[in-house]
């Protein structure tokens, strides 16, 4: 089933980590190309120091990039979330937001890298900010692009597969 963006913003809304988390999706733009993502901060994702806790500022985050890159990309793609990596700069205090953007250049360099078959690994800088336009944490997502196998050129005879 493909959803539409406001269905989808709607579903993860009610999901019960992003609840838990205190995660709320703003926007998901109708082109998939942006998407905003807010957090409160309450009593369930407060750390130690009364800071934000540092997993839901990374859960926050996810699984944003993959995500517009499937509706982007289309079912002739594999795309998954490979690897991330958040870097805290400062405390998180208050109610943050992050934004995730994909442009229509990205999109077409992905399809002609991966027109091979060759798999991409994409990587997305996601910051994390509050209310006075600070950066509070950088979350650094990758993910993994690769035309499918039906899809994929054959090899040449006589090339090793």
């Known amino acids: 089933m493909r959803f539409t963006p406001r269905l989808l913003r709607l579903a993860l809304n009610l999901w019960p980590p992003f609840i838990g988390a205190g995660v709320r999706i703003r926007t998901i733009s109708p082109d998939w190309r ?9 009593l369930t994702n407060t750390g130690f120091h009364g800071t934000h806790f540092g997993g839901s500022l990374y859960a926050m985050t996810d699984p944003f990039p993959a995500l517009q890159l499937i509706h982007l990309l289309g079912p002739d793609y594999f795309v998954w979330d490979r690897a991330a990596r958040i870097e805290f700069l400062k405390p998180g205090r208050g109610r943050v937001h992050a934004e995730s953007r994909v442009d229509e250049a990205q999109v077409a360099h992905l399809k002609a890298a991966a027109a091979d078959g060759t798999k991409q690994l994409p990587e997305y800088a996601i910051e994390v900010v509050d209310a006075s336009g600070e950066t509070v944490a950088r979350v650094h997502r990758t993910v993994y692009v690769r035309l499918r196998a039906e899809l994929r050129p054959s090899p040449a005879d006589g090339d090793p597969a």
């Open 34 to 42: 942006y998407v905003r993502v807010e957090l409160r901060h309450g």
